[in-house]
Every structure is written in structure tokens, then in C-alpha cells.
């Protein structure tokens, strides 16, 4: 029998694995998947009030809150929010990253995305995945047995191409475990979103929140289901996550999909 699945998820900012990935995740986890979840920046930009250096503390403190959720170690590198690059030190550390955790699976975003942390965390894998088997890059650690497969989270960015959904899930039946996840962002979900999208008040009591993060959840997420849910399939599910596989990584082979992307539906 194969050894479990290992999942590492590379995003850019402290949040960004639970929400574009959180049903995998859990589907993962069910089936005793390891998971790592990384964010690439510190998250010290996304807040209007706070100060960065109190700022990236807290934010540290909420991934890793949300990374015991799934019971996995969730960190938040160094690099600064709001100013990454693919630069050679981000993409050693992501060389340096899959050497040492040697996952099976990456997640990732497209190098297409309205943010440029995102796109430069895309940038950067994909510059990586070929390096990551090279022992006179970044050496010192031990090389791979073979390359991870590499897939991106689901966005719904056109320009210059629109994301092509390999694996779909209905992720819904982990609503609450993604949402418990997504709680434990307070600083984002409570403060900096609603102010950034100009959204209003928000309610603060904690059952008030919870049910307002809920909505907006589900309302970020529905156009998902709109977009890659074939009708051949059913009735459309509330949590669609979509994942394209990259070109530039380890191969998926037709055994290892199953144990990649559990539960999800193929359009191949
Ligand atoms: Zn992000």
C-alpha cells in the first residue's frame, strides 16, 4: 500500500490555505494525511490600525491557532506582506521547504492573481519545482525520491488565462471545519476585510460573528460553484474547491490521483 499522502501548502498570506483549500485539507486529514501549511509573508500589511511588528505576532499566533484546528503546523515565514517577489531567497526557501517536509502534493496559487503576493508565491513555486531536484541548488538537503505534484487553488482570474478545474470538491460537508479555521483569523475576518472592502459594521458578539463570517464565506465562495460545478454532476453543492494541476512539476500519474485529490471529481 502507498505511504499516506503528504500535503504542503504554500500561500501567501496567513488565511489563504483554509480559505481556497480548507475542504481538501479536511479531506486530507481524514484519511491521516501529513499537512504543513505555510504562508510565504509575514502578514504584517493586511491591518489599518495595528502596527506591523504587533501586527505579524498576532498573525502568527492566528495561523497557528488554526493550523492546531487541523492539527498541523501552520507558520508564517519572514518575507514582508504586500512586497513579495519570486526572488532567488524566496525560492530557495521553498527549495529548502519541500526538501525537507518532501510532500506528495503542493498547493499553490497561479501566477495569475489580483494580488502580487499571490502571483509572486506562484511565481516562485513554479521556478522551484524543477530546482527542487537539483543537488547544487540550495544544497545541504537531502534531494527528493521524486517531484511533488504541484496544483493551484481555485481562483476566477481570466487574463491571461482562466484557471481550468482538473479536480473538483463539493467541500461541503466541511463547512464548519473550514469555518473553524477561518475564526481564528480575527484580524482579518473582524477588522482588515470588512475595512479594506468597505463592508460596514460588523457585528462583534461572537455568535453574531461567526454566523456573519458564514455568510460571507458563502457568499465569496458561490460564484465557485457557478464556475466549475458541471450540472452533469447534480445539484450545484454549497463549498466548491477547484484545483489545476501544474505543467511545470512533479507528474500526476492516473494511480496517484485518488490519493491526491480524495473525493474529488476528475474532468478528465
Ligand atoms: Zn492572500
Known amino acids: 500500500m502507498d505511504r499516506a499522502s503528504r500535503v504542503l501548502v504554500l500561500g501567501a498570506h496567513p488565511d489563504d ?10 479531506e486530507h486529514k481524514k484519511r491521516g494525511s501529513e499537512i504543513q501549511l505555510v504562508s510565504v509573508t509575514n502578514g504584517q500589511s ?3 490600525e495595528m502596527s506591523s511588528d504587533a501586527l505579524v505576532a498576532r498573525r502568527r499566533a492566528e495561523a ?17 506582506d504586500g512586497y513579495l517577489e519570486p526572488s532567488i531567497a ?13 510532500p506528495d502534493l503542493v498547493l499553490t496559487h497561479r501566477p495569475w492573481d489580483y494580488h502580487p503576493d499571490h502571483r509572486a508565491v506562484g511565481q516562485a513555486v513554479q521556478d522551484a519545482s524543477y530546482m527542487v531536484m ?10 527528493p525520491s521524486r517531484e511533488p505534484v504541484v496544483a493551484y487553488m481555485v481562483d ?13 470538491l463539493d467541500a461541503t460537508e466541511h463547512l464548519e471545519g473550514i469555518l473553524r479555521m477561518l475564526q481564528c483569523h480575527r484580524s482579518q475576518f473582524a477588522e482588515w476585510i470588512p475595512w479594506i472592502e468597505r463592508l460596514g459594521p460588523v457585528p462583534t458578539a461572537p455568535g453574531e460573528w461567526s454566523s456573519w463570517l458564514k455568510d460571507f464565506f458563502l457568499e465569496r465562495t458561490a460564484a465557485r460553484a457557478q464556475r466549475f460545478w458541471s450540472r452533469d454532476w447534480g445539484p450545484s453543492p454549497t463549498i466548491v474547491e477547484a484545483y489545476e494541476v501544474s505543467e511545470y512539476a512533479g507528474r500526476l500519474s492516473p494511480e496517484r490521483q485518488a490519493g491526491l485529490f480524495p473525493a474529488c471529481r476528475s474532468s478528465s
Open 17 to 26: 490555505a483554509e480559505f481556497f483549500a480548507g475542504g481538501l485539507l479536511h
Open 46 to 48: 493586511g491591518h489599518h
Open 64 to 80: 497557528q491557532q488554526a493550523g492546531s484546528v487541523l492539527g498541523c503546523p501552520y507558520v508564517c515565514w519572514d518575507f514582508p
Open 90 to 102: 524566496v525560492r530557495e526557501a521553498i527549495i529548502r521547504q519541500i526538501r525537507a517536509f518532501e
Open 134 to 143: 537539483v543537488p547544487k541548488v540550495a544544497p545541504g538537503y537531502r534531494i
Open 156 to 168: 476566477l482570474f481570466t487574463r491571461p488565462s482562466a484557471f481550468r478545474a482538473d479536480f473538483t
